[in-house]
């Protein structure tokens, strides 16, 4: 650019910055979401394995302890990137594949190290991890056919609930006293894990079930289109046969064949003809 034009140039710096800036946005939300699952293997070493002796600024921390810390970072990280995408309107089609996927591995993976240790029912958490699997079947069914199944606010709730009930297992192993109130969240989690089941599965077969008969209400309009298509072609067929059959026959091209075909009458003689002689010998 030439010397002197201090538009075009102040028009390109605050386009790429602008650019970058929003590249960052983006990043932002999805670095959280990644690391949300890269906490999961840490959560399940801490919950599982013996004590493993970390110690913070001199003092020592228990398996327990370092898990709890581990679930609640893992927690804000989901509250914040949620926020900071709606923030900043940067919701890309990688956070939200990523973001329940995060979800659902980090509450079923503490679940389940919790059934190792013995502090949860087994039945309780195949109930819980059950329903997480059916939903996220049915969305695919669901994204496979068109739509989208929108999440409900007992979905929402079920969420916090087990977040709640995930914290108040981990402090029970070391607090028996929070035994019976785990418990509890424990089965007012179930609850919800089937109530918004049964919602979700009742929202997917009402779409299912709609979409299945838009297809054939449209379905059967194309084979009707085609159909009177058809009757009008067949009807515009007869029409051009009836005029070609109801052409008048010109009589002047038949003669020729008439006279080839047909044989000729004789001539009569009147007495005022002379009688053709025969000829001479």
């Known amino acids: 650019m030439a010397e002197g034009s201090p538009i075009s140039a102040h028009g390109v710096r605050p386009a790429s910055s602008e650019r970058d800036l929003s590249v960052r946005k983006a990043t932002i939300p999805n670095f959280l979401t990644i690391l949300r699952i890269f906490f999961v293997p840490l959560l399940v070493a801490l919950l599982v394995q013996e004590d493993l002796g970390i110690s913070v600024w001199g003092h020592g921390l228990s398996n327990e302890s370092a898990a709890l810390a581990v679930f ?96 108040l297992l981990i402090l029970s192993i070391q607090h028996e006293s929070l035994r019976w109130p785990a418990l509890a969240m424990m089965w007012l989690m179930v609850g919800f894990a089937l109530v918004s089941g049964t919602q979700y599965f009742l929202r997917f077969w009402s779409k299912l079930d709609l979409n299945v008969k838009t297809h054939r209400r449209r379905e059967l309009l194309a084979m009707e289109t085609e159909h009177r298509q058809r009757l009008l072609l067949i009807a515009r067929q007869a029409r051009a046969r009836g005029r070609a059959v109801k052409r008048p026959i010109r009589l002047r091209a038949l003669t020729p064949w008439f006279e080839q075909r047909l044989p000729r009458k004789p001539e009569k003689h009147t007495a005022a003809d002379p009688p053709n002689e025969a000829p001479p010998p």
């Not at 079923?108 to 991890?129: D, G």
């Not at 699997?133 to 994204?143: E, K, N, P, Q, W």
């Open 72 to 167: 609640l970072i893992a927690g804000l990280t989901d509250l914040l990137d949620g926020y900071l995408a709606r923030r900043w309107k940067q919701v890309t089609t990688v956070g939200t594949l990523l973001d329940p996927i995060a979800d659902k591995l980090l509450i079923s993976a503490a679940l389940i190290a919790l059934v190792q240790v013995r502090v949860v029912p087994a039945w309780m958490v195949i109930v819980v991890v059950g329903r997480e699997f059916a939903v996220t079947g049915l969305r695919s069914i669901a994204a496979a056919e068109g739509f989208t199944i929108q999440a409900s606010e007992l979905g929402k709730s079920k969420m916090v609930s087990q977040i709640l009930a995930v914290v």
